[in-house]
């Protein structure tokens, strides 16, 4: 698309690349009205990277649509490189690269295709064009991969490829709207590597909407959103100062680290507890230091430590105030109290031996073992491509073996897949209930679907609609919810027969500190109950909370045990304490530069 003529006034140096002044934002739906943005103002200094962060419904999303004339404001006004964005939007989108959630690549097109298609679209002269691709793939590792359909390209690949598109004509201002949602350690650490070099060399200027408060921490300056308002607006460090002396490191050797830390965030005072490595992370509202007799009575051997605060930390406190506030205040969610399976004895429920998994004369999966307790939470994880996703979908028997053995519940995958399958519960990935359906009907259907009916059924229902707090929108479609009340329903629905086994997709991608919080609990109180649970994840800080972890690359298993061995096991000089991601990037370096290309 060629610019048009019209002229740019002159840029203030003090306003920033990307202002927003009071801008007001409403959405109407059926009979209601959803106000997405109220009273927004801010200013994006020009030449770095700000970051976007804020919960589930917040608005990341329309105040990026907003930025680049996708929408217009109700009130305001919005100018981006001195454009005003809303009468001058066919300027602002020729110089404003934007890059969505879910980008436009075209699967049955090449890499090369949709190169060209973009710079049609944007209109790049095309005497620049070879010039520009290949700075493009050598940026992003693409350059041997011209000719591969981008419908074949793994996850990580596909987002380096989307943000090629939208470099292919040179902006002033980058807009990435999560861009690393659901891409392994190793391609979000690429990708950021790929920003920074964009900011350094072009003096670029990024706005990056991120889940990942790891990556909130590496921005130049961040924005809170909440509920459509501005919490606050700074570098990482102004946050963090506010939790300074807030911070501990909790260790309760005769107890389980999932035990301790449901122990504390249930305590008052308590403003988080989460597992941080083989110790529990504790933020109070005070900076009195805890008393570990109040907090864990009875527990021998308890020690509490001071540690530097987090951007998390600051985050998840406002959060907690501004519900406190509006009288919505968090809570730890409800034990389930369905305990039938604590009784059904121990050993492996889930066996794999020898698998192999063959699309043509492409082996996904090579030769894998491993077994899974009864009651453990078993964590698998990967870089894109690496097969952990064909494994989890020949364990749930979404896909058959080509060798080996799976069995799940004491029953061979190939031989009794149906009465394995209604002993599992499964949640994948993406949102797969029926969003045209409310609450209660997605809950209706999955439990009929289940063999439940009659007083049993509406049992299970109503116990769900409490459990997961969805009483509120048991009459809204599930299309229109918030995605952590999306996700809660998801899970709600995959227990509605009360499996003993519950198999977990990557099911915190994308929601927020808060909602990824409440999620756990509801798995550790299921584990409690001797429920197995297998989970995917490529939040590593997720890794620690699980009993054992394997980590697969190139269809096989790197590493096999708990956190704490898998992380002894990649200490170094430079990294005496290695973190679970370090130790995940470690691992995935130490193969053949070849082998985990398809990321």
Same mark, same amino acid.
């Given at each position: 698309m060629a610019a048009p003529a019209t002229a740019r006034p002159a840029d203030r140096a003090d306003e920033g690349v990307l202002v927003f002044r009071d801008v007001h934002k409403q959405f109407v739906v059926g009979r209601r009205t959803i106000p997405a943005l109220r009273g927004v103002s801010f200013?994006? #200094?020009?030449?770095?990277?700000? /970051? @976007?962060?804020?919960? &589930?419904?917040? %608005? +990341?999303?329309?105040?990026?649509?907003?930025?680049?004339? @996708? !929408?217009?404001?109700?009130? %305001?006004?919005?100018?981006?490189? $001195? !454009? &005003?964005?809303?009468?001058?939007?066919?300027?602002?989108?020729?110089?404003? /690269? *934007?890059?969505?959630?879910? !980008?436009?690549? *075209?699967?049955?097109?090449?890499?090369?295709?949709?190169?060209?298609?973009?710079?049609?679209?944007? $209109?790049?002269?095309h005497e620049t064009r070879t010039k520009r691709y290949e700075e493009l793939m050598q940026m992003t590792g693409l350059a041997r991969f011209t000719k591969r359909l981008a419908g074949k390209l793994s996850g990580g690949m596909k987002q380096k490829l989307g943000l090629a598109c939208t470099l292919v004509?040179?902006?002033?201002?980058?807009?990435? &709207?999560?861009?690393?949602?659901? =891409?392994?350690?190793?391609?979000?650490?690429?990708?950021?590597?790929?920003?920074? %070099?964009?900011? +350094? +060399?072009? $003096?670029?200027? =990024?706005?990056?909407?991120t889940a990942y408060m790891d990556e909130a921490e590496r921005c130049d300056e961040v924005i809170l959103l909440h509920e459509g308002e501005v919490l606050g607006h700074g570098p990482p460090q102004q946050f963090r100062d506010r939790m300074r002396r807030h911070a501990w490191l909790?260790?309760?050797?005769?107890? +389980?680290?999932?035990?301790?830390q449901a122990k504390l965030a249930a305590e008052a005072g308590v403003v988080d507890a989460v597992i941080q490595g083989e110790q529990v992370r504790l933020v109070m509202e005070t900076d009195a230091v805890p008393d570990a007799g109040r907090l864990l009575p009875e527990v021998a051997g308890v020690s509490i430590e001071p540690v530097p605060p987090r951007l998390e930390d600051s985050f998840v406190a406002m959060l907690r105030q501004r519900r406190s506030a509006? $009288?919505?205040?968090?809570h730890r969610p409800p034990a389930p109290q369905n305990s039938k399976h604590g009784n059904n004895g121990t050993g492996p429920v889930i066996e794999v031996s020898h698998v192999q998994r063959r699309f043509g004369d492409f082996y996904a999966v090579k030769d894998v073992n491993f077994h899974v307790e009864r009651g453990e939470v078993f964590g698998l994880l990967g870089a894109n491509g690496a097969g952990k996703s064909t494994t989890f979908r020949m364990l749930c028997g979404l896909l058959p073996v080509s060798a080996g053995s799976v069995r799940v519940a004491g029953l061979d995958l190939r031989h009794a897949a149906a009465a394995a399958r209604g002993r599992i519960g499964y949640m994948s990935q993406k949102f797969s209930l029926y969003g045209n359906l409310s609450v209660r009907e997605n809950l209706r259907f999955f439990s009929s679907a289940y063999g439940l009916s009659g007083a049993r059924q509406r049992e299970q229902m109503d116990r769900a609609l409490d459990e997961f707090e969805l009483a509120a929108v048991a009459g809204t479609n599930s299309l229109d919810l918030p995605l952590g009340h999306k996700q809660?329903?998801?899970?709600?629905?995959?227990l509605m027969h009360e499996p003993e086994i519950l198999f977990l997709d990557e099911p915190t991608s994308g929601v927020d500190p808060l909602a #990824?919080?409440? !999620?756990?609990?509801?798995?550790?109180?299921?584990?409690?109950?001797?429920?197995?649970?297998?989970?995917t994840t490529h939040f590593m800080e997720e890794a620690d909370y699980c009993d054992r972890l394997a980590i697969m690359a190139d269809g096989k298993i790197l590493a096999l045990g708990t956190p704490g061995e898998i992380k002894k096991h990649q200490r170094s000089a430079a990294q005496p304490e290695p973190t679970m991601e370090e130790a995940f990037i470690g691992l995935i370096e130490q193969l053949e530069p070849t082998a985990g290309v398809a990321r």
């Open positions: 200013a994006v #200094r020009r030449g770095g990277v700000t /970051g @976007l962060i804020g919960p &589930d419904g917040a %608005g +990341k999303t329309t105040l990026m649509r907003l930025a680049v004339g @996708l !929408f217009t404001p109700d009130s %305001g006004r919005i100018t981006a490189l $001195g !454009f &005003d964005a809303t009468s001058q939007s066919l300027a602002v989108q020729s110089q404003v /690269g *934007y890059m969505p959630q879910r !980008f436009g690549l *075209y699967e049955d097109l090449s890499v090369q295709e949709n190169l060209d298609l973009y710079a049609d679209l944007q $209109g790049l002269p004509r040179p902006p002033q201002l980058l807009l990435l &709207d999560e861009p690393t949602v659901g =891409v392994d350690p190793v391609s979000r650490r690429e990708l950021w590597e790929i920003v920074y %070099g964009l900011v +350094k +060399k072009q $003096g670029l200027s =990024v706005l990056l909407s909790v260790s309760a050797p005769e107890l +389980k680290k999932r035990t301790v509006d $009288g919505t205040s968090w809660r329903l998801a899970m709600a629905c995959a #990824r919080r409440e !999620f756990w609990s509801r798995i550790n109180a299921r584990a409690e109950q001797a429920v197995t649970i297998m989970v």
